[in-house]
T-cell receptor, first 114, second 111 residues
Framework: DAGVIQSPRHEVTEMGQEVTLRCKLISGHNSLFWYRQTMMRGLELLIYFNNNVPIDDSGMPEDRFSAKMPNASFSTLKIQPSEPRDSAVYFC????????????FGPGTRLTVL | GQQLNQSPQSMFIQEGEDVSMNCTSSSIFNTWLWYKQDPGEGPVLLIALYKAGELTSNGRLTAQFGITRKDSFLNISASIPSDVGIYFCAGQTHNNNDMRFGAGTRLTVKP
């Protein structure tokens, strides 16, 4: 079975540009989590969805960040406009709500904002 | 919010040695999980624990869910070079299904 799929794996952009990160959940999963990882702050939960509904977005840094689930298996995380301090590895994870709730992570997107 | 304290922050050991790391929290969790992250990859689930006092093994890995539900440990026996990586603990409540992560333990194994 395919795991969580993220694209792109690497993104280099200039300050002020819009960045869109993409995630495809594991088939059959119904919860989606976006994390950011940096050396300074470790793994931070940004937002998560259950059954396409955003449950907790308190970890989203500011209004420049937005996340959507246009359908049950796909999500986007958008940063507009991007800033150098947004440079990090962004992970998407999925789980089956009502099962063991274990989260399975994608390979991540390494974002560099110049 | 719920804070997880993971220790040690890093470990340098010789191949063949046993390893022990732990996580503590001021809050109660209903599930404890341990993940391993290799460079350039996402965290991979190693062991999940669902019941206070539970002791679970996965090959050379053994993890326990503390009886108070506020702590967990992970042991690795007879370490090998491929055990190198960052190990994260994570706690989850039943109120919601998000997780809180520890800061990680960076393990280096010298051949």
């Amino acid at each position: 079975d395919a795991g969580v799929i993220q694209s792109p794996r690497h993104e280099v952009t200039e300050m002020g540009q819009e960045v869109t990160l993409r995630c495809k959940l594991i088939s059959g999963h119904n919860s989606l989590f976006w994390y950011r990882q940096t050396m300074m702050r470790g793994l931070e939960l940004l937002i998560y969805f259950n059954n396409n509904v955003p449950i907790d977005d308190s970890g989203m840094p500011e209004d420049r960040f937005s996340a959507k689930m246009p359908n049950a298996s796909f999500s986007t995380l958008k940063i507009q406009p991007s800033e150098p301090r947004d440079s990090a590895v962004y992970f998407c994870a999925s789980s089956f709500l009502g099962g063991g709730n274990e989260q399975f992570f994608g390979p991540g997107t390494r974002l560099t904002v110049l | 919010g719920q804070q997880l304290n993971q220790s040690p922050q890093s470990m340098f050991i010789q191949e063949g040695e046993d390893v022990s790391m732990n996580c503590t929290s001021s809050s109660i969790f209903n599930t404890w999980l341990w993940y391993k992250q290799d460079p350039g990859e996402g965290p991979v689930l190693l062991i999940a624990l669902y019941k206070a006092g539970e002791l679970t093994s996965n090959g050379r890995l053994t993890a326990q869910f503390g009886i108070t539900r506020k702590d967990s440990f992970l042991n690795i026996s007879a370490s090998i070079p491929s055990d190198v990586g960052i190990y994260f603990c994570a706690g989850q409540t039943h109120n919601n299904n998000d997780m809180r992560f520890g800061a990680g333990t960076r393990l280096t194994v010298k051949p």
